[in-house]
């Protein structure tokens, strides 16, 4: 098993995940700055540090992972998906539960106090299963509410098959991620490149 590969795979992925949040935090400063959104105020601050977190995660795991050149075998993808799913819910936890922290017991939707609540969060939005521990979801600040959205639609295009369509550097080893994930008796796989899939 090549664990640098797969590591080296992880830190991109929080890699992406850090400047996603970052460029939700820029949109949250424009609502802040222009709308005179008061609530966003937190959500800047939340997203900016998940972002800083998430990325100092990619680079510890991606200089941990070194220049791993290896190709992704069947034992990789699969230890690739299962620990993508795991570590991509730890680290779109983190906005959650950074803005619960910061907002405090006087916002009236505590749903988001605990970790374990973010977490479930996150990992709803990525599987899409609908599941949510909020009761006041509108409550929430707009940059909090599109991170929201945001990994529900990553969930929905299925994350790992983003890696696929996005990452060309897993070359070979990219097909059998794609099967690992994929449903059904017999996938077909995905074009060469991703303006053909």
């Not at 424009?30 to 995660?57: H, K, N, P, Y």
């Not at 993808?77 to 006087?106: E, H, K, N, Q, R």
Request: hydrophobic share 50%; proline share 4%.
């Amino acid at each position: 098993m090549k664990f640098r590969t797969v590591l080296n795979q992880l830190g991109l992925l929080s890699l992406v995940f850090g400047l996603v949040q970052l460029k939700l935090a820029a949109w949250s400063f424009v609502l802040w700055q222009f709308l005179r959104d008061r609530d966003e105020f937190e959500s800047i601050i939340a997203l900016c540090g998940s972002s800083v977190l998430c990325m100092a995660i990619g680079i510890l795991l991606r200089t941990y992972g070194g220049r791993s050149t290896a190709q992704v075998g069947r034992r990789e993808a699969v230890m690739l998906v299962a620990t993508s799913w795991i570590i991509g819910s730890f680290l779109a936890a983190f906005p959650y539960w950074f803005w619960a922290m910061l907002v405090g017991p006087d916002f009236p939707e505590q749903a988001l106090a605990t970790y374990s609540a973010c977490y479930f969060e996150a990992m709803s939005g990525l599987t899409t299963c609908g599941a949510t521990v909020l009761t006041d979801i509108e409550s929430l600040p707009d940059g909090i509410l599109l991170w929201r959205s945001l990994t529900q639609w990553i969930g929905g295009l299925g994350i790992v098959v983003l890696f696929v369509a996005i990452l060309p550097s897993l070359g070979l080893g990219g097909k059998k991620l794609f099967m690992a994930e994929s449903t059904g008796p017999s996938p077909k796989g995905i074009r060469p490149h991703a303006r053909e899939t």
